[in-house]
């Protein structure tokens, strides 16, 4: 009996059947995962938003599959082919790679050599040699000759014979099947720098000779050798044996093959003819056929976790602590153009905008202090945000200068990414939205608004440009932009969105709210004045009910008619609400916030048909805190004084810095100066580390050690663990333990393994060269060094 789709998914998940089909009711019926998740918990038996992500993934993924195996027996069926075993094995077909398998014999192709073979009428010979080894080749060959069907000879007609066994061979889905899983589980990926290439490809140079198994290779590798490739430095191979385990005779592969049909050498007339078929037939169809697929597996494995890491980095940006309503200064660094200077206000209006031009060639520091301390001192400004580009350490010097100058204005000071902030100031919406400011201007105001609530500014920017991935260039866009578009509706709706003050991007983001109804959600509030209640929002046109039921409980309404519209209570709740007010004999605004009270009410007095005990835990829980923030409380880093350029650092030096971007190798950490220093994952732990994101996440403040500073390549290694020592020369995870390097599969030159001690270094410094000029050629999210 075939399992359904919704079975399947259970299953894989370890979830009851029964939750996995209300899910996909729910979803099928327009439901996002973010209400699904939060107000609909009954019906799913408490399924949370990422098994719900993995639940809609899975669903998408198998979906496609049936619609493929549809159009197979279609196809197969319309051939005249489709028999009662051939039709069980395409319905047993798990995978859309097994189906393909069983479906190559009959796809419709181009005439082949087979094909012309068995026109020519030399299938029964191939039949009657792979049947019946006893017979002479030759002599069985040469009752086929027909000048007529263009069989010239004996050995036509045997050459012939061969081609179709080899599209036979080729074609035996459970052989191909069972082939690939050896080849990926026993086979190595190979690299070699194309001649000449040696000077132009250098930022490749540590896949010049290369080798490493396929199942120990980890994203960024696999994805940097690809991109080597494309710029043709590097040519890849995939290698089926291991290191020095090639037989001299046939391969494990042609005898898998043999073995499949009965072939082996026992001197028989026919018997060598059919082995060298074999040896044919892996090396020109079968192991080029598998090349392909393991190639196209090594690409989307590390594609997945590559997508992983960069959706994994934007949620971590996206919920990074707001500094709040308080006015701010955004500095947007720059030498000959001059610093420019934003100041919003509480709610993020701007207030004021200036350029100061502090540094070289003008060197007006003492002027330009001045205007700060103006625009500080007329507008309240508490905070200081300053870009992490070009000048920034010049212009935080200057910040701090400031700072000092002027101890009265108790200015606090932060280093805010920029990453997109350019993107940003040349958009559509950044015109719409800042009209009277010049481009250069936006990117300052966009700095000021993202230290008071990143994710409201970060939502206005593709996510793609924000700059915490790796290799994004080369991901595939439609599964990058699902995977990043998911991680902002479920940041965007777990935090909750002010109606009355957000923008058309951000209110996009809400579940049940696309572009068009968040641009009419903007205009009705400019027409009509703030919102006073959820319930207005049915006003807005085309705003329709299951709009309604989708957005109203993410949307905020502070100081509106009900207190419930600030919370994350949804309007179909509030009878509940109102029940325990009248049980406690009070109403409903003395309740929001009487911790004594609610903790005193049970809810299972308050269960019915319509509200389960989940959905009123979650209402009390609310009420205490309506609308609380999830995200963690602000907090900068404070950079060592004298620490302004790399040439400043030394090794064993503690220092304090932010993480800025995490990557499947390590993590880069800003402490101060013009360029990220890499935290290789050797170095962030004394246990074996298997994630970086395990022991940090970006916008996180950490104490590190610099253990090295190579200046003329800009690169600098620091480490996690603040005891290890600093070798002269020596590199972050220098005293990896041997159990870490091996199960992180460090790089093999020329697949000969090292002694395990040097493996931790090499591979750090292997890491962190191709980090470093990626970084530097764009191709790895982040600061490209400033």
Same mark, same amino acid.
């Given at each position: ?82 028999? =009662? ?61 027909? $000048? ?62 290369? $080798? ?90 590390? =594609?997945? =976790? ?7 980095? !934007? ?50 520091? @003492? ?90 500014? !970060? ?14 260039? @080369? !991901? ?7 995977? /990043? ?31 068009? /109804? ?20 049915? @006003? ?14 993410? !949307? ?134 298997? @994630? ?95």
């Amino acid at each position: 009996m075939t399992t359904s789709i919704e079975g399947r998914i259970a299953e894989e998940l370890g979830v009851r059947e029964r939750q996995v089909r209300a899910a996909v009711d729910l979803l099928d019926g327009g439901s996002t995962v973010p209400f699904i998740a939060r107000y609909r918990k009954e019906a799913t038996e408490m399924l949370d938003d990422a098994q719900l992500r993995a639940l809609e993934e899975r669903l998408r993924y198998l979906r496609e599959l049936e619609e493929r195996r549809t159009a197979v027996l279609d196809s197969v069926r319309s051939q005249g082919k489709l028999d =009662e075993a051939l039709e069980a094995r395409i319905l047993a077909a798990d995978s859309k790679a097994r189906l393909e398998d069983i479906y190559l014999p009959f796809k419709p192709k181009r005439r082949t050599k087979a094909q012309i073979a068995r026109e020519a009428g030399l299938e029964p010979l191939a039949d009657g040699l792979l049947g019946d080894p006893d017979t002479e080749p030759l002599a069985a060959a040469a009752g086929f000759v027909s $000048a007529e069907k263009g069989v010239a000879d004996a050995a036509a007609a045997l050459e012939g014979a061969r081609a179709i066994l080899t599209e036979r061979f080729g074609e035996d889905a459970d052989l191909i099947g069972e082939l690939r899983e050896r080849m990926w589980t026993r086979g190595r990926l190979v690299a070699k720098v194309r001649a000449g290439k040696e000077e132009a490809g250098a930022k490749f140079a540590d896949y010049f000779d290369f $080798a490493e198994p396929f199942t120990e290779l980890p994203s960024h590798r696999v994805l940097a050798m690809l991109r080597g490739e494309k710029e043709e430095t590097l040519d890849l191979t995939l290698e089926p044996e291991p290191a020095g385990e090639t037989p001299a005779g046939p391969s494990s592969y042609e005898q898998a093959i043999a073995r499949r049909f009965g072939i082996a050498d026992r001197g028989r007339p026919a018997d060598k003819w059919l082995g060298d078929t074999v040896r044919w037939a892996w090396r020109t169809r079968v192991l080029v056929h598998l090349g392909i697929d393991l190639r196209l597996r090594l690409r989307q494995a590390a =594609e997945d =976790e590559a997508v992983r890491v960069f959706a994994a980095n !934007l949620r971590d940006l996206l919920l990074a602590a707001p500094a709040g309503t308080r006015a701010t200064m955004g500095l947007d660094p720059g030498f000959r153009t001059g610093v420019k200077v934003a100041v919003v206000d509480a709610t993020g209006k701007v207030a004021a905008t200036e350029t100061v031009y502090p540094h070289v060639p003008q060197n007006k520091w @003492d002027a330009s202090l001045a205007t700060l301390a103006r625009l500080a001192r007329e507008h309240g400004v508490e905070l200081i945000a300053v870009g992490n580009g070009t000048a920034s350490r010049e212009t935080d010097k200057l910040a701090g200068d400031l700072i000092s100058r002027h101890p009265e204005l108790k200015l606090t000071k932060v280093m805010v990414s920029e990453a997109g902030a350019s993107v940003y100031s040349a958009s559509a919406f950044a015109s719409q939205e800042l009209p009277d400011l010049d481009v250069s201007l936006r990117g300052a105001v966009s700095i000021a608004r993202r230290l008071q609530d990143p994710l409201a500014e !970060l939502v206005k920017i593709d996510p793609k440009s924000i700059g915490v991935g790796q290799y994004q260039h @080369d !991901l595939s866009e439609v599964k990058l932009s699902r995977s /990043l578009d998911a991680v902002v509706e479920d940041c965007v709706n777990g935090v909750g969105v002010d109606v009355n003050t957000a923008s058309a991007p951000l209110l996009s983001r809400v579940s049940g709210i696309g572009a068009g /109804l968040a641009e009419n959600i903007v205009a009705h509030r400019d027409a009509n004045g703030p919102f006073r209640s959820r319930r207005a929002l049915k @006003d807005v046109a085309r705003l329709g009910p299951k709009a309604y039921e989708q957005c109203a409980g993410f !949307l905020r309404i502070r100081g509106g008619d009900d207190p419930l519209d600030a919370s994350s209570v949804h309007p179909e709740a509030y009878p509940v609400v109102r029940a325990m007010a009248k049980r406690t004999g009070g109403d409903v605004a003395s309740l929001v916030g009487d911790t004594a009270t609610l903790r005193s009410i049970r809810a299972d007095d308050f269960v019915s048909d319509s509200f389960g005990l989940p959905t009123v835990t979650d209402i009390l829980r609310e009420l205490e805190k309506p609308g609380r923030d999830p995200r963690p409380a602000f907090k900068t880093a404070v950079f060592k004084e004298g620490v302004e350029k790399i040439g400043d650092l030394a090794p064993g030096m503690l220092l304090e810095g932010v993480v800025t971007n995490v990557a499947a190798f390590g993590a880069f950490v800003d402490v101060g100066v013009h360029q990220d220093g890499l935290v290789h994952v050797s170095a962030m732990s004394k246990t074996f580390v298997k @994630d970086p994101r395990d022991v940090v996440k970006p916008g996180d403040i950490v104490r590190v050690k610099v253990m090295d500073v190579d200046i003329p390549r800009k690169r600098i290694s620091l480490t996690l663990r603040l005891d290890d020592e600093s070798p002269a020369g020596g590199r972050a995870g220098a005293t990896a333990a041997p159990r870490e390097r091996a199960e992180r599969g460090a790089p093999r030159r020329g697949g000969t393994p090292r002694p395990r001690r040097a493996e931790g270094r090499e591979a750090a410094a292997a890491d962190g060269a191709m980090a470093d000029a990626l970084r530097r050629a764009g191709l790895l999210g982040g600061p490209k060094g400033r």
